[in-house]
T-cell receptor, first 113, second 114 residues
Framework: GDSVTQMEGPVTLSEEAFLTINCTYTATGYPSLFWYVQYPGEGLQLLLKATKADDKGSNKGFEATYRKETTSFHLEKGSVQVSDSAVYFCALIPSGGSYIPTFGRGTSLIVHP | DTEVTQTPKHLVMGMTNKKSLKCEQHMGHRAMYWYKQKAKKPPELMFVYSYEKLSINESVPSRFSPECPNSSLLNLHLHALQPEDSALYLC?????????????FGPGTRLTVL
C-alpha cells in the first residue's frame, strides 16, 4: 500500500536558521503530494502542494519539489521564525483507486529566538 | 467564503450521553470527510461523503454515526462513547474526490469522554 515517511522530530532550530524536513513516499503511479502545517490547538492548514513530477510548491517562504526519481518531497525554508513552530505533515493522494490520502507521522518544529 | 467551520470547539460528554458535531463549508465542495486525531499522531480517516452519499466508512464503530443533510453540512452523531474516543475530530472538504483535489480542514472539535 501507499506510505509516507517523514523524519522523526522534534527538529529544534534557532531563528533565521535553514530548515529541511525530509519526506519520502511509496505509491504506484503519480500521486499528488502535500505539506500541511498544524499549529497547537488548531486544525491542519495546507502549506503547499505539487501534482506532478518536477513541480515546485511554494508558500510563505516554504518550498518543496516533487522528485519522482527519488520519490521525495522535502520541505525547505531559508530562514525560520519563531512563529513557524508547529507540526508539519507530508501527505499524498494516489493517482487512482479511492483517492484516500495517506499522511506521514508528522514532524514537530521548534524554533528558538 | 474559503473556510470550513466546526462546532462546538470543545465538548465534554459522559459515556451515556448523545451529542453531535457539526461541520459546514460554503465553498461548493462536493466531498466531505471526518477524521480522528490523537495527540502527536496524524489524522485517521473515518468517513467520506461524496455528493452527499457515504462512500467510505473506514470500519468505524457504530457509536459514531455520520450524516450529510445537504452539500454544505456534515454532522457526526455520538452515542455511548468510550474514554478512548477522546480526541480531536477534524472535518475537511475538497472540490471533488480526485487525485489533485486538495482537502481543506476545519479547526476541529476537541472531544473529552469521561
Amino acid at each position: 500500500g501507499d506510505s509516507v515517511t517523514q523524519m522523526e522530530g522534534p527538529v529544534t532550530l534557532s531563528e533565521e536558521a535553514f530548515l529541511t524536513i525530509n519526506c519520502t513516499y511509496t505509491a504506484t503511479g503519480y500521486p499528488s503530494l502535500f505539506w500541511y502545517v498544524q499549529y497547537p490547538g488548531e486544525g491542519l492548514q495546507l502549506l503547499l502542494k505539487a501534482t506532478k513530477a518536477d513541480d515546485k510548491g511554494s508558500n510563505k517562504g516554504f518550498e518543496a519539489t516533487y522528485r519522482k526519481e527519488t520519490t521525495s518531497f522535502h520541505l525547505e525554508k531559508g530562514s525560520v521564525q519563531v512563529s513557524d513552530s508547529a507540526v508539519y505533515f507530508c501527505a499524498l493522494i494516489p493517482s487512482g483507486g479511492s483517492y484516500i490520502p495517506t499522511f506521514g507521522r508528522g514532524t514537530s518544529l521548534i524554533v528558538h529566538p | 467564503d474559503t473556510e470550513v467551520t466546526q462546532t462546538p470547539k470543545h465538548l465534554v460528554m459522559g459515556m451515556t450521553n448523545k451529542k453531535s458535531l457539526k461541520c459546514e463549508q460554503h465553498m461548493g465542495h462536493r466531498a466531505m470527510y471526518w477524521y480522528k486525531q490523537k495527540a502527536k499522531k496524524p489524522p485517521e480517516l473515518m468517513f467520506v461523503y461524496s455528493y452527499e452519499k457515504l462512500s467510505i466508512n473506514e470500519s468505524v464503530p457504530s457509536r459514531f454515526s455520520p450524516e450529510c443533510p445537504n452539500s454544505s453540512l456534515l454532522n457526526l452523531h455520538l452515542h455511548a462513547l468510550q474514554p478512548e474516543d477522546s480526541a480531536l475530530y477534524l472535518c475537511a472538504s475538497s472540490p471533488d474526490r480526485g487525485p489533485t483535489d486538495t482537502q481543506y480542514f476545519g479547526p476541529g472539535t476537541r472531544l473529552t469522554v469521561l
